[in-house]
């Protein structure tokens, strides 16, 4: 069974060496990680001086950091008669299927909003269809935001709403939601009458600030009374 990590962690590799000559030796070891899109040598070491019928492992670390290097992952290790690598290639092993790399990520495929009235409040519903586009199950977190018209800032947030997609799922999330004027809270006024924006922000934790994996950002659609 793969040994599951999240993209960015770190795992080891083993490779023991075995000197099956007449003669000691310093032997050269490399070894790669082989995804389906792409191939990355880990990195090459010297087992040291062995003697004939001793052994030695070395140790290698492999830290998958870019979403080529996801899924499963086989590792390919080569023995070579030279400490540097260079020369008769003496041996190699291959483990298939040997780590499972995770990653989260998803897009927002489509996304609509509709502004509905005006007093003093306004009404508007958003929805978006979220992909996930990541390799495991996950719960996502979206946020849907407004900018009124006196603001530079996305003054306006909704609590998040979540959903959770298999990989390659699609669904739709939506929100319906009366945000108050920030400036008179019980009188009728038109500080918020003009050109608004919405953006909807899909994040992988709780938060529209911080790991956030995708984002939507409307043009500007006028609120009237």
């Known amino acids: 069974m793969a040994v599951e990590i999240w993209l960015g962690e770190t795992v080891k590799v083993k490779v023991t060496v075995k000197n099956t000559g007449t003669q000691s030796r ?71 299927d040997a780590v499972f790399v995770k990653y989260m990520d998803a897009k927002i495929v489509k996304a609509s909003y509709l502004t509905i009235r005006h007093l003093c409040n306004y009404d508007t519903y958003a929805r978006a269809l979220i992909r996930n586009t990541g390799n495991v199950r996950a719960t996502f977190y979206v946020f849907f935001a407004g900018m009124d ?62 790991d956030v994996l995708d984002e939507y950002e409307s043009t500007e659609c006028t609120v009237i009374e």
């Open 26 to 96: 310093n032997f050269g070891v490399k070894c790669k990680a082989i995804s389906e899109s792409t191939t990355v040598t880990i990195g090459r070491k010297e087992t040291g001086l062995l003697s004939k019928g001793s052994s030695k492992t070395v140790n290698f670390y492999y830290t998958p950091d870019s979403t080529s290097e996801t899924g499963y992952i086989d590792f390919k290790a080569y023995v070579y008669e030279n400490s540097d690598c260079s020369g008769r290639l003496l041996d190699s092993a291959k483990r298939s």
């Open 149 to 210: 018209p006196n603001s530079y800032t996305w003054n306006h947030h909704t609590f998040a709403k979540t959903i959770t997609l298999d990989p390659g799922e699609e669904a739709w999330t939506d929100y319906f939601t009366l945000w108050e004027c920030q400036d008179c809270w019980q009188t009728h006024c038109y500080n918020v009458l003009g050109k608004w924006k919405i953006k909807i922000i899909v994040s992988a934790s709780n938060s529209y600030e911080y």
